[in-house]
Each structure stands twice: as C-alpha cells, then as structure tokens.
C-alpha cells in the first residue's frame, strides 16, 4: 500500500493491519527461535561426538574389565568344581573301603557263628546218638530177662507198659 491509500483508511482499519503485523512479528520471532534452538543444538551434538567417541572407548575399556573378571570368575568357578569331583571320588573311595571293612568283618562273624552253631549241632547230635545207644542198650537188656521167662511161649507180646498180654 502507498502512503495515500493508508492516509485514506480509517482508524480501525489501520488498527486492524496492524494486529495482522503484529501476528507475523511474532510468528516470525517464534519460527527465529525454533532455528536458533536447532543451531544450537547442532552445535552441542557437534562438539559432543568427541565426547561421544570418548565415552564409547572408556565403555569399551569398562566391558574388557568386565569381561577379564567374567573370565576370571568362570575358571576360579570351574577349578572349584573340580576340586568338589575330586574330594567326592576320594570321599566315594573311602566309603567304599569302610563298606569293605564291614562286609569282611560281617563275614567273619557270620562264619564264625556259623561254625559255632556247627560245633553245637554235631555236639547235640553225638548227645542224641549215645542217648538213643544207651535206650536201646536199656531196652535190649530189659526184654533179654523177660524173653527168658517167657519161655516156650512164643506168642506173648508185651504192651506199652510192660505189661505182658497173651495173643
């Protein structure tokens, strides 16, 4: 617009157009703003890619330790496994040993009361045997007198008691 056309206007219309630059103003001071943040965040992360290379080798020195100690750890792990297989086989053996020993003395007295209880058996038997010799000793020399005073009966017969029946 030229000068004569706004002198011509009027109050509020002036007014109005004024309003529509004020808005632009600030539209265009918050769009100015929003650059400048870009900018500036621009050149923060450009000046942080040193520090972010830094940070990553420092982090990888962090994980080498981390993985040295892992490594560490899992072997110190692993000898202490073994050393736990080694003291259960030995411990194992001498269980075994100690069963061993049980086993054999268990034997020994079992076949030493075995051979005891032979000893006694052949003892109780060689006592039965005389008693039976001696009562049938007894018994031949208690039926020799009364088969003599029997005598030309052969028929008699003696009962459970002695006592002598005729048939």
């Known amino acids: 617009m030229t000068d004569k056309e706004l002198r ?9 157009i004024l309003l529509e630059q004020q808005k632009k103003i ?17 050149h923060t992360a450009l ?13 990888n020195g962090v994980f080498e330790r981390a993985q040295a100690a892992a490594d560490e750890y899992l072997s110190q792990a692993k000898e202490k496994a073994d ?6 086989r030995e411990e194992a053996e001498r269980a075994s040993l100690a069963a061993e020993r049980t086993i054999n003395a268990a034997r020994v007295e079992a076949d030493t009361i075995l ?14 045997e005389e008693a039976l010799k001696d009562a049938q000793a007894r018994l031949d ?27």
């Open 8 to 16: 011509r206007l009027h109050r509020e219309d002036l007014l109005q």
């Open 141 to 167: 020399a208690a039926q020799s007198p009364r088969d003599a005073d029997a005598g030309d009966s052969p028929k008699r017969r003696f009962g459970l008691f002695g006592r002598g029946k005729k048939a």
């Open 47 to 59: 000046e942080n890619v040193g520090s972010i290379a830094e940070a990553a080798l420092a982090l």
């Open 115 to 128: 051979s005891r209880a032979q000893n006694e058996s052949d003892r109780l038997l060689r006592q039965a």
């Open 83 to 88: 050393q736990l297989r080694q003291a259960a």
């Open 26 to 42: 600030e539209e265009t001071e918050t769009e100015l703003d929003a650059a400048r943040r870009a900018l500036a965040d621009r």
